[in-house]
């Protein structure tokens, strides 16, 4: 039996890894779940799950959590803030705990998790953006599991040599390949992106997920995000990590080696595959996911990304070559501009203008703590912050 805390639990994310989890009650038992908002969706997934422990984001939302589970007779403890989620992601009875809160704030919980040496499946991407040195390092002095459910990341871990160890070139690895589907305005006229609204930016053509990685991947943001994470991930270098524009979103992956083979992972577009990967692995479990029918899908095809059409990939690999605070600068700026898309106020093609001001302004200097991960997450968002008026509608 495998003891597990969610965070993020009632996230795109969260709600795929609750699905799985239910279809196998013989393995799988949920101690702890955390919700910062949709606080009805929590208490029906402690009715479910009768977890240990639930954490909300504010007292408020704990109290009407902890009203919500009375009416139950609920065992749930009820917990609110950052420490609480430090705490059920180290909590000694956890075996497992998935990373599934959005953008910078699940960079401590997740790192507590890596400290305690947990079983870790990632989907917080953001948190290797920010402190991947300092986050690879801890994994390996803490022996942390650490796995990963983006599932372009879990496609490339599946292809890789059993045991793979982050020697990339000795292992005979010549590229990774990261697939991406284009998002939603792959194909539209550039002109017309000045105009694209919130509701067209999050409806994803391939898969269904939170609105903020819905945005990021209409401006392949969440690529750019995704090749600084592979970097941290599998020790590759940023000239050895190619985006491959692939619409239908099958191939979820590839990786390159030095005699020619491509291996790579195939599936649905459903996070519950990588999701069920990392949960069981090294063995194989039912996901709930329908088999790939190849004769429906037919063809598969691929194109190079147009770095005019979508700058803020290019933005994230001058981040990634740049170092030190430059990713955590980049990933705070691009949370503040999609926010101020989101709520309306920021047409959408100077998300990517607020975020290159913010790499410019913001000094660079080298991080080797967690307090300058913070500290460069802080500013990165003040000069985004500060860039926004000259842009706002
Ligand atoms: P989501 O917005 O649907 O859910 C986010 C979760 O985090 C929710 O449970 C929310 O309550 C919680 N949360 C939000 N703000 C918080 C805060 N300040 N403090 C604590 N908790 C907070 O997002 P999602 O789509 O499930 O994505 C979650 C993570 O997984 C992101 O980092 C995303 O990049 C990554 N990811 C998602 C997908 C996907 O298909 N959705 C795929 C790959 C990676
Ligand atoms: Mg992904």
Request: hydrophobic share 50%.
């Amino acid at each position: 039996m495998m003891n597990l805390t969610i965070l993020g639990a009632t996230g795109s994310i969260g709600v795929s890894a609750l699905d799985v989890v239910a279809r196998h009650p013989d393995r799988y038992k949920v101690v702890a779940l955390s919700g910062h908002t949709r606080i009805e969706l929590l208490a029906e997934q402690c009715h479910q799950f009768n977890p240990a422990y639930a954490v909300t984001g504010s007292a408020t939302a704990a109290q009407q959590l902890t009203h919500l589970l009375s009416a139950g007779g609920s065992n749930t403890q009820v917990l609110y803030g950052a420490n609480a989620l430090a705490h059920i992601a180290s909590l000694s009875e956890v075996d497992a705990v998935m990373a599934a809160i959005v953008g910078a704030a699940g960079l401590m919980p997740t790192l507590a998790a890596v400290s305690a040496g947990k079983r870790v499946l990632l989907a917080n991407k953001e948190a290797l953006v920010m402190a991947g040195d300092i986050f690879m390092a801890e994994v390996r002095q803490s022996g942390a599991c650490l796995l990963p459910i983006d599932s372009e990341h879990n496609a490339i871990f599946q292809s890789m040599p059993a045991g793979y160890a982050g020697d990339f070139s000795p292992a005979g690895i010549s590229r990774i390949l990261l697939t991406a589907s284009g998002g939603p305005f792959r194909d539209i006229k550039i002109e017309a992106l000045s105009s694209v609204t919130p509701a067209q930016a999050v409806a994803h053509p391939k898969w269904v997920m939170g609105r903020k990685i819905s945005v990021d991947s209409a401006t392949m943001m969440n690529k750019g995000l995704e090749v600084i994470e592979a970097h941290w991930l599998f020790n590759a270098p940023a000239d050895r990590i190619e985006v491959v524009i692939h619409p239908q979103s099958v191939i979820h992956s590839l990786v390159e080696y030095a005699d020619g083979s491509v291996l790579a992972q195939l599936g649905n577009p459903d996070m519950r595959t990588p999701i069920a990967h990392a949960l069981a692995w090294p063995q194989r479990i039912d996901s709930g996911v329908q088999k790939l029918d190849l004769f429906a899908i037919g063809q598969l095809t691929f194109e190079r990304p147009d770095l005019a059409r979508f700058p803020c990939l290019g933005l994230a690999y001058q981040a990634l070559r740049a170092g030190g605070n430059a990713p955590a600068v980049l990933n705070a700026a691009n949370e503040v501009a999609v926010s101020a898309f989101l709520a309306g106020h920021l047409p959408f093609l100077k998300i990517a203008a607020v975020i290159a001001e913010a790499l410019e302004v913001v000094p660079h200097s080298a991080v080797t703590t967690i307090d300058m991960v913070m500290a460069a997450d802080h500013q990165g968002r003040v000069a985004a912050k500060r860039a926004l008026p000259a842009y706002v509608q």
